[in-house]
């Protein structure tokens, strides 16, 4: 069989981190891109790594955002780069950074909404989808905001509520996961604790189109006498 060489990516004296969702994507052109959190600034920031040939060569990180945390990564068709991270230092909102050219260079950044440990992905056209967790007041809910391109560009939609049940706040690393099928069909799992505080489950919901869920309707997937956190799907 084969064995490949580990390869370290940081080098620096303070933490890094790759965050709670997909932290890796490639490209048509076999480029390997790769987003994670670390604090060599003093603060925890998010960066990005290219490798243009498959892995065995890296560009310089390059600082995406200073104030940074739980970054996640998508590539669409055309090898454009999509990322969503968490400003936990100014606002606690979710965040998202796209490149058009392999990372070369990045459009300004655009505020999607209240919350945090976000992921991201695309569909068939190319229309992004992210989903984040939102926690106010002690109660946690589940967003999804999605891009249709019109006469001005990619535009982001008003997010809409996933998940109608109010989930007491408990804090823990909990995990939101989107996924997008070959019809487009929008699927998303996350962990929550509306049976309790010392019982965390799985749900599970869908959408044909990311604007239209079924309140009410999601699905338990666990059920489980302690936690059952973390989920991921594709």
């Known amino acids: 069989s084969l064995c490949f060489a580990q390869v370290r990516l940081t080098n620096d004296p303070g933490w890094s981190q790759t965050g709670p969702n997909q932290t890796i994507a490639t490209d048509s052109q076999g480029g390997v891109h790769v987003v994670w959190a670390d604090n060599r600034g003093g603060y925890s920031g998010t960066y990005y790594k290219y490798s243009p040939d498959g892995g065995l060569n890296w560009e310089v990180d390059q600082l995406l955002s200073e ?33 058009p050219d392999r990372g070369q260079t990045w459009e300004n950044d655009v505020v999607l909404g209240d919350g945090d440990n976000g992921d991201i992905t695309t569909d068939s056209k190319d229309d992004v989808y992210a989903v984040w967790r939102w926690r106010d007041s002690g109660r946690e809910e589940i967003y999804c905001a999605r891009t249709w391109v019109g006469k001005f560009g990619r535009v982001w939609a008003t997010p809409i509520l996933v998940d109608s049940a109010i989930a007491p706040l408990v804090f823990s690393e909990k995990n939101v996961d989107i996924s997008i099928d070959s019809q487009d069909k929008v699927h998303v799992v996350w962990d929550d604790f509306r049976n309790g505080v010392d019982n965390s489950e799985i749900y599970y919901s869908s959408s044909p189109d990311g604007f239209a869920w079924d309140l009410g309707g999601e699905k338990r997937l666990t059920d489980s006498e302690i936690h059952s956190l973390g989920p991921s799907i594709v």
Request: aromatic share 16%; no cysteine; glycine share 10%.
């Open 67 to 99: 104030s940074g945390n739980a970054p996640a990564i998508t590539i669409d068709s055309q090898d454009g780069v999509h990322v969503v991270y968490t400003d936990d230092y100014h606002d606690g909102s979710i965040y998202y950074k796209y490149s």
